[in-house]
Structure formats: structure tokens, C-alpha cells
């Protein structure tokens, strides 16, 4: 059996590499066999593994879709072809999708000890929920959807213990208003949330720590451009209605 080091090591070299699903084993056997919470490399490095796995999968998900939508508007004979093959991925999206799921809720939460690996896993947890959402229909839908509000709720509530400009936090808050306009087809409450997280940020962002800027500065700049998007969105429907 490889020891704790040689598996980090070599989750670090499947990333080099972009064999992110052999990733995804050795960080997996370093999750069960660590007994106390991850460490900001371990966490890291098991996001980026399924983040990676999921990522290429959501894409050809999209991808797939813009073509079948295209081929059915022109009554294409393929069609079917393209249903099935979009059936392939979203049983992989699943797969994947419930592992981590699983394994936050069963192994890595328990073991949580600080508010921000707590805020970390259960936005982890909510962002797996949402990309089911992206292809889920029926009653599925109607549950992951429940199942991604109430954990981005808790993490929430859990990240007030957190500096407003915290990366995590922030992240959170971009997530989560990506939730509200994507899955829930809320606009409103998604540019309220946005603007109160980047106003608060912007109010605090003298007390940064230079390890903290970077990331803090870049997700801050993601939640205006989407707060950009989203209100001129808003305005244009405005002015339809009037």
C-alpha cells in the first residue's frame, strides 16, 4: 500500500500530466486513510482532480446539446444518435458527481474541524448538486436543486465567521449567485447577492494579506462582471415591459 506522501506525490504528477481521473484515485485514498481534517494542499488537490473530471464532461455535455438542438430543428436523422450519446455522458456526470458527493458527506465534513474547511466542502458540495441540475430534469431536478439551496444556505451561515475578502467566502457567494440565475432563473436575487459580497469585499480589502490578494482580487472581478451582465439583463427586460 502507497503511503500518504507517495500518493500526494503522485496526484500532483496525474496533474501534470491530466490524468485527473487517476487523479481523483489517489486523492481518494488519501481522504479515507487521513484521520483528522484535510489540509489546504490535500483539499486543493482533490478539487481540482474532480473539478477537472466533471469540467471536460460538462463541456461536451454543452457541446452535444447545441448540436442535438440543431440537428432537431432541421429534422436530421441523427438525432437519436446524439441522445444516446448525451445519455453516455450525463451517467458519467452522475458517476463522478455522486462520488464526491458521497465522500464529502460520509468522510471529509465529519472530520471538519475549521470554519473554512467547512465553507470550503459544503460549496464543494453545493457546486456538485448545481452541475447535476445542469442536466437533470423531472423530479431530479426539482431535488438536486433543493439539495444545492439548502447547502450553499449552510455554508453561508458557516462562512460569516470568515473575513468578508476571504477567497473562500467569496467563492461562495459568486457560486452561489450563479445558482440563483442559472438554476433557479432568479436575477434579482442573484445580482443582490453579488453586489452585497463585492461591496462588502471592497469595503475590507485594505486588510488583505498578501497571500490572499490574488485569488480574493480575481473572484472579486468575476462577481462584476457577472453583477455587469446580469444588471444590464435586468434593465433590457425593464424596458421590454414598458
Partial sequence: ??????????????????????MIEAMKQVVTMTTEELTVEERNLLSVAYKNTVGSRRTAWRALSAIEQKEE????KHTPLLRDYKKKIEEELSK???DILDLIDKV??????????????????????????????????????????????EATTDAEELKKTNPIRLGLALNFSVFHYEVLNDPQ?????????????????????DDEYK??????????DNLTLWSSELDEGEGDDK
Fill in 108 to 153: 471529509i465534513v465529519p472530520k471538519a474541524d475549521k470554519a473554512e474547511s467547512k465553507v470550503f466542502f459544503k460549496k464543494m458540495k453545493g457546486d456538485y448538486y448545481r452541475y447535476i441540475s445542469e442536466y437533470a430534469s423531472g423530479d431530479l431536478h426539482k431535488k438536486v436543486s433543493q439539495e444545492a439551496l439548502q447547502t450553499y444556505n
Fill in 96 to 98: 463522478f458527481c455522486n
Fill in 1 to 22: 500500500m502507497s503511503s500518504k506522501e507517495e500518493l500526494i506525490y503522485k496526484a500532483k504528477v496525474c496533474e501534470q500530466t491530466e490524468r485527473f481521473e487517476d
Fill in 189 to 209: 436575487k442573484a445580482c443582490t447577492m453579488a453586489k452585497t459580497a463585492f461591496d462588502d469585499a471592497i469595503g475590507e480589502i485594505e486588510e488583505l494579506g
Fill in 73 to 76: 430543428s432541421k429534422g436530421g
Fill in 215 to 224: 485569488d480574493s482580487t480575481t473572484i472579486m472581478q468575476l462577481i462584476r
